[in-house]
Nanobody
Framework: QVQLVESGGGLVQAGESLRLSCTAS????????MFWYRQAPGKQRELVAG???????NYVDFVKGRFTISRDNAKNTLYLQMNNLKPEDTAVYYC?????WGQGIQVTVSS
């Protein structure tokens, strides 16, 4: 049984930073691509960033230059470093591996 547990969210002011973590269990973490998504109130869930098993990364335009996705295969953990946060980044953030999703973690950015 695959479990994904996110941590690191919270309330920050615009311009500040947060680092999200997603720790996986029950899966062969190192060989799978992983993704961060987010869902703002009243909006659809949207892709934020992805990272391949080999470490290649992709970002959507609205986070390029501000967010960095990374992974530590030895720790079975996925990260999302978020810098220069904006109020529009306020959302519940989810990690995904294959068909499995974390429970989501709230990020709130005040102006």
């Amino acid at each position: 049984q695959v479990q994904l547990v996110e941590s690191g969210g919270g309330l920050v002011q615009a311009g500040e930073s947060l680092r999200l973590s997603c720790t996986a269990s029950g899966t062969i973490f190192s060989i799978k691509p992983m993704f961060w998504y987010r869902q703002a109130p009243g909006k659809q869930r949207e892709l934020v960033a992805g990272i391949s098993s080999g470490g290649n990364t992709n970002y959507v335009d609205f986070v390029k230059g501000r967010f960095t996705i990374s992974r530590d295969n030895a720790k079975n953990t996925l990260y999302l470093q978020m810098n220069n946060l904006k109020p529009e980044d306020t959302a519940v953030y989810y990690c995904q591996i294959g068909v499995n999703w974390g429970q989501g973690i709230q990020v709130t950015v005040s102006s």
